[in-house]
């Protein structure tokens, strides 16, 4: 696939829950290597749409191409679809019977059916991209919430993933350890990974976003770069948003 062909393409979504309209004809694109930051007040439909884009949550209507696999498609077997796609939320949700080094190899082991030790290699490596080679014999109540989220982001991360989707990856933690998450997340980005991050983290976003979708009562409301959304947002909602999270 092309550097410049549309790795997620969202098209014409909707989502109802019961009567509840929880997204509205959502179209939107991201390209190889792009940092989407989404944000938008609680409620607005966040989770629900990258939910949907890693087949965690059915659509009504519309399409969603994930590096040219119809997501919803009959056909599309889920399971194999989400490996492409890590997913890290907002509750680390790491096993707490396994160690680190086990939480990062289990996917390694039993889904890509690698022997112990080379998935132990492959999971020693990845510990050490976010800095925790000294934490691999480590259970998981016995490191902070920074830890345990780089290492659910090192487990997502051993999939291979062709994009990440972050739901509020800093939200659960200690204000001390937000940043040791985001370094992890901007090296991402420097090392090309294609990304949508749902975060309140501001200066993250202007910092490390390509693009900043705003969602509102399950419309994407305003798509803009970074400085254009800071200085000079489009929506009224929009200068509000950027109004309360300075
Ligand atoms: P956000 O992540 O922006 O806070 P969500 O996508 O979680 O928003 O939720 C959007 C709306 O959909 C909220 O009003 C929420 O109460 C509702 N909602 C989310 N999940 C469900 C569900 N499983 N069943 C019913 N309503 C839901
Ligand atoms: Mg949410």
């Not at 990258?50 to 191409?65: H, Y």
């Not at 498609?73 to 949700?93: E, K, M, P, W, Y």
């Not at 999971?123 to 830890?147: C, I, N, Q, T």
């Amino acid at each position: 696939m092309s550097a410049l062909a549309p790795v997620i393409r969202i098209e014409s979504v909707s989502k109802n829950f019961g009567s509840f309209e929880v997204l509205k004809n959502v179209s939107s694109t991201v390209h190889a290597s792009e940092v989407i930051v989404l944000c938008g007040l609680s409620g607005s439909g966040k989770s629900t749409l990258i939910r949907t884009i890693s087949a965690l949550e059915p659509i009504r209507e519309g399409k969603i191409i994930v590096d040219g696999v119809d997501v919803h498609a009959r056909g599309t077997d889920a399971n194999l679809l989400r490996r492409g796609i890590g997913f890290v939320f907002q509750s680390f949700n790491l096993f707490p019977h396994l160690s680190a080094l086990d939480n990062v190899a289990i996917g390694l082991r039993r889904l890509m059916k690698l022997s112990k030790g080379e998935a132990h290699r492959r999971s020693h490596l990845l510990l050490e991209r976010v800095g925790l080679s000294h934490r691999a014999a480590y259970m998981p109540a016995d490191l902070s919430g920074g830890e345990q989220q780089r290492v659910a982001i090192a487990r997502a991360l051993s999939m291979q993933p062709k994009v990440m989707l972050f739901d509020e990856p800093t939200s659960a933690l200690d204000p001390e350890m937000v940043g040791e998450v985001l370094k992890v997340i901007k090296d991402l980005s420097a090392e090309g990974m294609t990304m949508i991050c749902v975060t309140h983290e501001m200066n993250f976003a202007r910092e490390v976003a390509d693009w900043i979708w705003l969602m509102e009562a399950g419309e994407i409301i305003e798509k803009a770069r970074p400085a254009e959304f800071f200085e000079n947002p489009q929506h009224a909602s929009a200068r509000r948003f950027v109004q309360s999270h300075l």
